[in-house]
């Protein structure tokens, strides 16, 4: 199975930064290399659906990212650790969310609908 864990949320003033980690494992990942998924990241804001945030390709080289954040927010990942990441800048209230990370067995980074393995999430709360 495909287990993923996200870690770095937390409380930050506007304008401020957050660095999310997703770190990938379990059985599925020790029997195909995790440099093989594309990732991406959503949110869930109180009493919204949930927003597909931006995804990254299986090399890491082609990411994609919904308007609202672009220019702000940055997705990486290192397939030696089997870790993406999500850099947060310039973060706005309207960015306060719980964050998923997400992946997609095929390399459509920005297909939201191709993502099927989810971590349980971290929240971020942006005060203003």
């Known amino acids: 199975q495909v287990q993923l864990v996200e870690s770095g949320g937390g409380l930050v003033q506007a304008g401020g930064s957050l660095r999310l980690s997703c770190a990938a494992s379990g059985r599925t990942f020790s029997l195909r290399s995790f440099g093989t998924y594309a990732m991406g990241w959503f949110r869930q804001a109180p009493g919204k659906e949930r927003e597909f945030v931006g995804g990254i390709n299986w090399s890491g080289d082609m990411t994609y990212y919904v308007d609202s954040v672009k220019g702000r927010f940055t997705i990486s990942r290192d397939n030696a650790k089997k870790t993406a990441y999500l850099q947060m800048n310039s973060l706005k209230p309207e960015d306060t969310a719980v964050y998923y990370c997400?992946?997609?067995?095929?390399?459509?980074?920005?297909?939201?609908?191709?993502?099927?393995?989810w971590g349980q999430g971290t929240r971020v709360t942006v005060s203003s």
């Open positions: 997400a992946a997609n067995p095929t390399n459509a980074y920005a297909d939201e609908r191709g993502f099927t393995s």
